[in-house]
């Protein structure tokens, strides 16, 4: 590309140009562009020549600085001190073993984080952002990051802008540059240039990265990508997804502290009791207070639950359902209500023309998908009737924003489905789209809008004589907008609205989305053409189209009511239409719905009872959905609500969780949302909901696992200083234990699927704590069982003649087998672990076994090891009254939670979870 006027081969130099006060006509030419966009090679030279649009990444952390992070601990610096003593006073094992063992943690820790960011980062490119633009002259979706100066833009309402660009149309445009100017008021745009010194606020012809289109539509030219831009220039980063901190990390990091601080207490406590009461020699007493400390604190819970949250993401994302912030994982798992859109997410979005309504009679159309071929046969009206007909196709090919293109049975669309099946039926009526355009240009639009409900386009007759105004939208709207309809003939007749009215219902109660257009003849072109001029419109008829239910919808709305989870249709699409679908979906035993109109005359008092028993909401629009969230919210339901445009983005705030479409949802809505569906399928939502389920079970696996067995092992040491016994396990042998588990058996729950039936308990309560009752009597149950388990073996041991450091390794080796047959009973919290696949386990589980039984044969039979940790080998008998000890804890859980579900003791032990 030749080097333009301003400009330098470097992004920066293309900001020096003061675009802003050059006309659209300049612009273009000193980047070498035309409005009908790039060719494809000119856009990847220019790619090569500029870069991506991108701004330079956060500069990371070093990795031995997230290294080092992981010894930032009260318990793991005084573990150190006391290492550095042993040294000093010639212990010199016992300071080398905690040093491996305080340095295998940190490790542990660092991977545990470096695969949270990992799958993190995986998130942020499936939600890369992508972009409308012309090349080769036609539309096409690009990366944003793959746009250019030269690229010609094509931006509606909802659309944040990509990249700085100059306005070459504008029409009713409004954008929010509150990122860059702090001006809460969006600013009206034109393609009117301003003088040279006009500050950033009043250079109304450019658009600025990161900005967004509140209303309106434009077509603009990048003129500064990347670093380039103003949002590059000041360095603000925008769209980054979240961070690893979430409410129930906080809290789960609160607890850590706490704990820890109590710990930290306790230990000070024990410390003086040992070498005051009992005659520890005081580093000895150390060790162990100091070992124990570092063994009952659950310090890897954050990053274990971290990883928990991080492969449910995941697995989510695997399932089309991409969560933008990690508390909707904690969230998905309570919610009681879904409100959903209709058409694309509970239906299959492949608009086809059925019927057509006129004055003359009633056609109808075959054919499927948008292919431009099949009958358009009259049912009532004959000849009349078809001709009638063709002019309410022609009004929908003229006022049209879409692109059909294809051959064969393989044709697509590019923008609106509804629009995409009115070229369809253009196409099977006989009209030539490129003939049409050429006897009625398009000179101007009112672009459709949600609160007007309707689309306008203006165009000039070929013959010069008049103009010619389209209009599609709603029907109530567009009749509303009419003072006449057409007649069979064609001519003016008196408007009969309750005519239309009756065939309107007709097509609604099949299932039809209807359409109705009109259309207004001018004596001249108008030199403007605004909102206000659409009226005194004659009506012609309406459309009905058809968009059934997605069979996997169906399957996901059964799901969901079974999982106690109400599924709710918020739709703008006509009573009889969305009630048909609701029906066909079994959203409700007794479909119940209620229009937008009825909703206005509802009280804030009376909304939430009838938001409860309504399972339909039609002719809906953007405040009522806001409406019926705060409704169901205040009855303590937690709402996930659906939204696509830029109006729907306070609803979607509002709702505990909000979820935007991946295809057809706007910017806006999906910065609002913390959860976008990729393939906009309402079965994706129940998947989420699904794992979402699984991911809450298994962070309340991982508590339920450390708690207790952390627990036990210190109860035991405890009471031996406190009543003076022989100590069951020295203070390496505690940092080995807290060390082999944690990086085995500790991880291997996160990787846990769903339990069966997840989806036929009701939702847990959102302000329900994690360690329930049942938990906590678990957590009691197994700490006196594994301090039991340890001073048995140890009595045991001694009782045969073994020596203290023989009775000692058995204690260890007890304490992991304990833990291995606890992970396999706390596996299924709502069923039993007796099963073939209960007692096969997963990859997860499996290999987390090998890995501590292998260890524990290094600890039990190595030399050197031995030498390390002061252990003896086990003899073959002791070794399987060791594997008994742990079968016997598995019988006694299983007995346990029988007996609970039969006692119906706790709630959330019952098969159905019923409250």
């Known amino acids: 590309m030749a080097e333009t006027p301003g400009s330098a081969p470097s992004p920066a130099g293309a900001t020096v140009t003061p675009w802003h006060s050059l006309d659209a006509e300049a612009c273009l030419r000193l980047l070498a562009a ?11 030279a220019r790619l090569r020549r500029y870069g991506e649009n991108a701004l330079p990444p956060p500069t990371p952390t070093p990795g031995w600085r997230r290294f080092l992070r992981h010894f930032n601990d009260p318990l793991i610096l005084v573990l150190l001190a006391a290492a550095l003593i042993a040294l000093l006073v010639g212990q010199v094992v016992d300071a080398v073993v905690i040093v491996v063992v305080v340095t295998v943690n940190a490790v542990v820790g660092y991977v545990q984080e470096g695969n949270a960011e990992q799958s993190l980062a995986v998130l942020r490119t499936m939600l890369a952002p992508s972009a409308c633009v012309l090349r080769d002259g036609g539309r096409v979706q690009v990366g944003v990051g793959t746009l250019v100066p030269g690229d010609v833009l094509m931006l509606e309402a909802g659309d944040r802008v990509p990249a700085d660009a100059r306005v070459l149309h504008a029409r009713g445009l409004r954008v929010d540059e509150s990122v860059l100017t702090g001006e809460s008021v969006p600013a009206e745009k034109s393609a009117a240039p301003v003088a040279g010194s006009a500050d ?4 109304t012809s450019m658009l600025y990265s990161g900005t967004l289109v509140s209303a309106g539509q434009a077509t603009a030219l990048v003129v500064a990508t990347g670093s380039a831009t103003e949002i590059g220039r000041i360095g603000a980063l925008l769209g980054q997804v979240e961070t690893l901190s979430t409410p129930l990390l906080r809290q789960i990091a609160r607890f850590s502290r706490g704990f820890t601080a109590v710990a930290l207490v306790a230990a000070v406590v024990l410390f003086v009791f040992a070498v005051a009461v009992r005659d520890y020699p005081w580093m000895d007493a150390l060790l162990v207070v100091v070992a124990l400390a570092v063994g009952v604190v659950p310090e890897g819970l954050p990053a274990v639950i971290t990883i928990t949250l991080a492969i449910g993401v995941r697995r989510m994302a695997a399932r089309d359902a991409i969560l933008r ?24 979005n492949e608009m086809t023309a059925r019927s057509i309504g006129t004055s003359a009679g009633r056609l109808r159309v075959l054919g499927s998908g948008y292919a431009p071929r099949g009958e358009v046969l009259a049912e009532t009206g004959g000849g009349a009737a078809l001709t009638a007909g063709t002019r309410v196709a022609t009004l929908g090919l003229l006022c049209n924003d879409a ?13 609106d489905p509804m629009e995409g099946a009115l070229l369809a039926l253009a196409g099977k009526t006989g009209l030539d789209a490129a003939a049409m355009a050429r006897r009625y240009p398009r000179i101007d639009e009112v672009p459709f809008d949600a609160g007007h409900r309707f689309m306008a386009t203006l165009h000039a007759e070929a013959d010069g004589h008049g103009a010619l105004i389209c209009v599609k939208g709603a029907p109530e709207q567009v009749l509303l907008l009419s003072r006449a309809q057409a007649a069979a003939d064609g001519s003016e007749a008196p408007l009969d609205t309750g005519l239309w009215q009756r065939a309107i219902d007709v097509a609604g109660v099949e299932g039809q989305r209807v359409l109705g257009f009109a259309w207004r003849r001018l004596g001249g072109l108008p030199s403007r053409f605004a909102l206000e001029d659409v009226h005194g419109l004659v009506f012609a008829g309406f459309v009905g189209f058809i968009d059934p239910p997605r069979e996997e919808a169906v399957r996901a709305v059964a799901e969901c009511r079974s999982a106690g989870i109400a599924v ?18 079994k959203l409700a035993d007794r479909v119940r719905v209620v229009t937008g109109q009825a909703l206005d005359s509802v009280s804030d008092d009376e909304l939430p009872e009838l938001a409860e028993a309504a399972s339909v909401f039609a002719r809906t629009t953007p405040e009522h959905k806001l409406r019926i969230v705060r409704a169901l919210q205040s009855r303590r339901h937690t709402v996930a609500m659906t939204g696509d445009g830029v109006n729907d983005a306070p609803a979607l705030k509002q709702a505990d969780i909000g979820i935007a479409m991946g295809r057809k949802g706007t910017a806006a809505a999906k910065e609002a949302s913390v959860m976008v569906l990729a393939d906009d399928n309402f079965a994706s939502i129940a998947a989420a909901v699904y794992e979402g389920r699984a991911v809450y079970d298994n962070i309340r696996k991982v508590l339920a696992w450390t708690l207790p067995t952390n627990g036990g092992e210190a109860l035991a040491v405890v009471m031996a200083i406190a009543f003076g016994w022989v100590l069951p396990m020295t203070p390496p042998q505690i940092l080995w234990v807290n060390m082999v588990l944690t990086i085995t058996l500790g991880l291997a729950l996160a990787f846990e699927p769903p339990e069966a039936g997840v989806m036929r308990r009701p939702p847990r309560h959102a302000d329900a704590p994690l360690v329930s009752p049942f938990m906590l009597w ?17 009595s045991w041991a001694q009782s045969r003649g073994h020596d203290v450091a023989t009775a000692r ?30 007692l096969r386990g997963t990859p997860a589980v499996l290999w987390a076994v090998a890995g501590v039984v292998v260890a524990q044969l290094a600890f039990t039979y190595l030399p050197w090891m031995q030498m390390a940790f002061d252990t003896r080998p086990v ?31 706790f709630e959330e032990l019952r098969p159905d979870g019923a409250r």
Not at 37 to 43: R, V
């Open 778 to 794: 678990r957590i009691v149950l197994v700490s006196l069982l594994f301090c039991a388990g340890a001073f048995g073996i140890f």
């Open 34 to 44: 035309t409005t009908e966009g790039l060719a494809s090679a000119d856009a990847a």
């Open 325 to 348: 912030r990690l508390p909707a994982v904690e969230t998905l798992g309570a919610t009681t209500v879904i409100c959903s859109d209709k058409t694309g997410t509970l239906t299959r």
């Open 403 to 415: 692109r059909l293109y294809g051959r064969e049975t393989d044709w697509r669309i590019v923008g």
């Open 200 to 203: 950033l606020g009043s250079r």
């Open 568 to 585: 709710k249709m918020i739709t703008g699409d006509h009573a009889a239409t969305a009630a048909a679908i609701a029906s066909q979906l």
């Open 875 to 905: 003899p073959l008998l002791e070794g399987v009254v060791i594997v008994l000890v742990g079968v016997a804890l598995l019988l006694v859980l299983e007995l346990e939670k029988w007996l609970l579900r039969r006692l119906d003791v």
């Open 809 to 838: 390794t058995m204690v260890v080796n007890v304490l992991c087998v304990l833990e291995i047959f606890y992970l396999f009973s706390l596996r299924y919290l709502h069923a039993s672990s007796f099963s073939l696949r209960g």
